[in-house]
């Protein structure tokens, strides 16, 4: 993909070129790392891109499905020479299909973080729910298709559980959920896990992923409830999930369909990482 000013940001051009320059070195993350990414909507026009970002991890990393993630944390994994990298995407939006169909080609298999009140939400009024709770900034020339403000379907993700991928919570409402009122973060931690639940007919969803900014979006009193109902916890900071090995602050790195490669090379590099140091120290101590 190239640059296209309506698109990009000169911002994300010069991130595109400091990621390219850190990756003139090779790969910077070492073997036995675990890079997780984290997409949202992926819409059709950006396929091929996607597709080409697809290909990158592949020739640097080794992907792993979300079934393989337990052998990670119990260091039983099968040991590669390259890092590993797992997919995850959030909100659950309809586009996203279009990414699982370029996902079948490759065989790949991903977390899919949905919002059990999205979903609910008659189909007439998604992209009313999807602006006012989801993404309340729409970039029309990026977004501008039904689909990229509709929800995959109970059914769609069903299917999906049952091929390999894996659905988690990522709230009830896509809310923040750093209130002290226990009704209000019980509602959105554990009423989201059983309705997925009972949906899909998982006998249990073991992964949560709070919204924006982890450390606005999570406070003591919700984290001990993800603790206690939950096997993953996938926050919003880029990290090492080797030197940090934690099942409760999975770092992930985010990258859209749309992005350039060298902007996406940025993200799962090691620059990146260092802006973040200071909200993951203070994170950190909820998860201790
Ligand atoms: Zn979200």
């Known amino acids: 993909m190239q640059f296209i000013p309506s698109i990009h940001t000169i911002n994300h051009l010069v991130k595109a070129v400091l990621g390219t320059i850190e990756w003139l070195f090779g790969n910077p993350n070492p073997t036995g790392e675990l890079v ?28 792993i499905a979300p079934s393989d993630i337990n052998s990670f944390y119990n260091n039983t994994i099968t040991k590669s020479s390259k890092p ?4 995850t995407f959030d909100d659950g939006v309809l ?23 999205f979903i609910n939400t008659k189909v007439e009024l998604q992209k009313e729910y999807f602006i006012t709770h989801i993404r309340p900034t729409i970039h029309s020339v990026i977004d501008n298709k039904d689909e990229d403000f509709k929800a995959i379907g109970w059914s769609e993700l069903k299917k999906l559980a049952n091929n390999g991928h894996q659905i988690g919570s990522h709230t009830k409402t896509h809310t923040l959920v750093n209130t002290d009122s226990v009704e209000k973060v019980q509602l959105e931690i554990i009423e989201s896990k059983i309705i997925i639940e009972q949906e899909i007919q998982l006998e249990t969803v073991n992964s949560f992923c709070s919204i924006n900014d982890s450390s606005l979006s999570i406070n003591k009193t919700s ?12 926050s919003t900071y880029p990290g090492s999930n080797l030197n940090d090995k934690n099942k409760l602050l999975i770092y992930r790195c985010n990258i859209e369909s749309y992005w350039l490669l060298g902007a996406v090379k940025y993200a799962i590099g090691k620059w990146d990482q260092k802006r973040w140091a200071a909200k993951i120290h203070s994170f950190k101590k909820l998860v201790e």
Do not use: C, R, W
């Open 36 to 63: 997780v990414i984290n997409y949202h909507g992926t819409p059709l026009k950006f396929s091929s891109n996607f597709e080409k970002q697809l290909q990158f991890f592949q020739k640097e990393f080794t992907l």
């Open 84 to 87: 590993f990298l797992l997919l």
């Open 95 to 117: 586009n996203n299909l279009y990414a699982i169909d370029v996902l079948n080609k490759y065989n790949l298999k991903a977390y899919f973080f949905v919002v059990p009140d």
């Open 223 to 234: 984290m001990d409830l993800v603790k206690k109902n939950y096997d993953y916890f996938f």
